[in-house]
């Protein structure tokens, strides 16, 4: 039984050793922490944040970060906002994406359907740039896996907007931010209270609004986050369940040499 344990605690280890992420090291201000629903191993999109954080999304982040890697079909997929298909198609017929050619070889604008591409706010790089003060504002399909820190940086950049220390001269158009890359941003603090309204009656706080937008920028750079932790999850019971055969197993074999000795 003593081996068995240690076989156990063994698994155990190396299993952790594999599930558990590296921390990016590093960072200069510590980020603040939230406690998400998707974090831990069993975790999950809280459903409801994922649909008001679309809301926010749409309503204010969307007229400067694109979504590129979106399609309004996305947002009624399993594992996501799961809106009904019918919610889904209204969301589209809202925003006009250009086709064509038609039969005159002209192009068109129509609105859009479930499997177009989110709408990009800019035509190109260099008209973002142009229209925010000389930075780009990034795409946010996959921006929380590519900075160190995921969904506590977005969530720490969206609430560290404060007053410049004393003597720090900003430039027009940059703002004093606590948890960004050298303090300064130039993307002033696109938050403020109520700035929209839920459907389901939460009250639109900064703070609420910033676990939105976040929990829902999580759900598009990782749009399979809910299936990997079920698959983790069958895999560990998989292992468990053969490392009890495999030891029961090398018992019985092993039981008729030891005898012997
Ligand atoms: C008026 C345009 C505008 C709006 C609206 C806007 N942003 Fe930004 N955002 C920018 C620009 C420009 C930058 C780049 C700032 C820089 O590099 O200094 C940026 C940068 C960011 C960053 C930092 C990215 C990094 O490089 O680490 C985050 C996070 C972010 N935005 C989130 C949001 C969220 C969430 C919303 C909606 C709630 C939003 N932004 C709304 C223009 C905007």
């Known amino acids: 039984m003593k081996n068995f344990l240690k076989l156990l605690a063994f698994f155990t280890i190396i299993l952790s050793l594999t599930f558990s992420r590296a921390n990016a090291a590093g960072e200069q201000q ?13 975790g999950k999109f809280d459903r409801a944040s994922l649909q008001r954080g679309y809301q926010v999304y749409s309503e204010v ?56 591409k989110f709408v990009m706010p800019y035509a190109n790089v260099q008209e973002a740039i142009a229209a925010n003060g000389g930075a780009y504002p990034p795409d946010m399909s996959v921006l929380v896996k590519a900075r160190g820190g995921g969904a506590n940086y977005i969530y720490s950049v969206l609430m560290g907007y404060e007053d410049p220390p004393e003597g720090m001269e900003l430039d027009d158009g940059v703002y004093y931010n606590k948890y960004m890359y050298g303090n300064k941003i130039k993307m002033a603090s696109p938050l403020d209270d109520d700035i929209v309204e839920y459907s389901d009656g939460t009250k639109a706080t900064v703070d609420q609004m910033a676990k939105d937008v976040t929990t829902f920028l999580q759900w598009t750079a990782e749009p399979h986050l809910e299936t990997r932790h079920k698959m983790g999850f069958r895999v560990i019971i998989y292992l468990v369940v053969l490392t009890i055969l495999v030891y029961f197993s090398m018992k019985k074999i092993w039981s008729r040499i030891e005898t012997k000795v």
């Open 61 to 116: 982040c969307a007229s400067c970060h694109s979504l590129k890697h979106l399609s309004y079909r996305n947002l009624a997929e399993k594992g996501g906002p799961e809106f009904t298909e019918l919610e889904a198609k209204a969301i589209a017929s809202n925003f006009e994406v250009t086709d064509g050619p038609n039969s005159d070889g002209e192009m068109f604008e129509r609105p859009a359907k479930l499997s177009d």
């Open 30 to 42: 510590e980020l603040l922490k939230v406690d998400w629903s998707f974090k831990s191993f069993f």
